[in-house]
């Protein structure tokens, strides 16, 4: 199974980008997909995830600014109205179960990970 992310890079405050993770090997068309972020010195912090056909759950931090979404086994972070504090290594995760609400933001609960695309967000 690989998850490969793309589609991260540098963009000014306000700006947008928009995120792709594209899994291979196996489906997840029935599980779970995640975004989750880490900026230097922090630990890894979950942004959103998508769960089954179109469960949507988004951080507090990012939900009046960032959309979720997924085509089969490709999913897409939209991210507008960025801010400096959006700086981090964005990673894809994926897990094949339709994880509820109270655990998909964890970690511990996706089995495989992609490499990290880098986001900087220049003020």
């Known amino acids: 199974v690989q998850l490969v992310e793309s589609g991260g890079g540098l963009v000014q405050a306000g700006g947008s980008l928009r995120l792709s993770c594209a899994a291979s090997g196996r489906t997840f068309s029935s599980g779970t997909m995640g975004w989750f972020r880490q900026a230097p010195g922090e630990e890894r912090e979950f942004v959103a995830a998508?769960?089954?056909?179109?469960s949507v759950t988004l951080a507090h931090s990012v939900k009046d600014r960032f959309t979720i979404s997924r085509d089969n086994d490709t999913m897409y972070l939209e991210m507008n109205s960025m801010k400096p504090e959006d700086t981090a290594v964005y990673y894809c995760a994926a897990t094949p179960l339709p994880l509820i609400v109270a655990v998909l933001s964890s970690t511990r609960a996706y089995v495989y990970w992609g490499r990290g695309t880098q986001v900087t967000v220049s003020s």
């Open positions: 998508v769960a089954g056909a179109d």
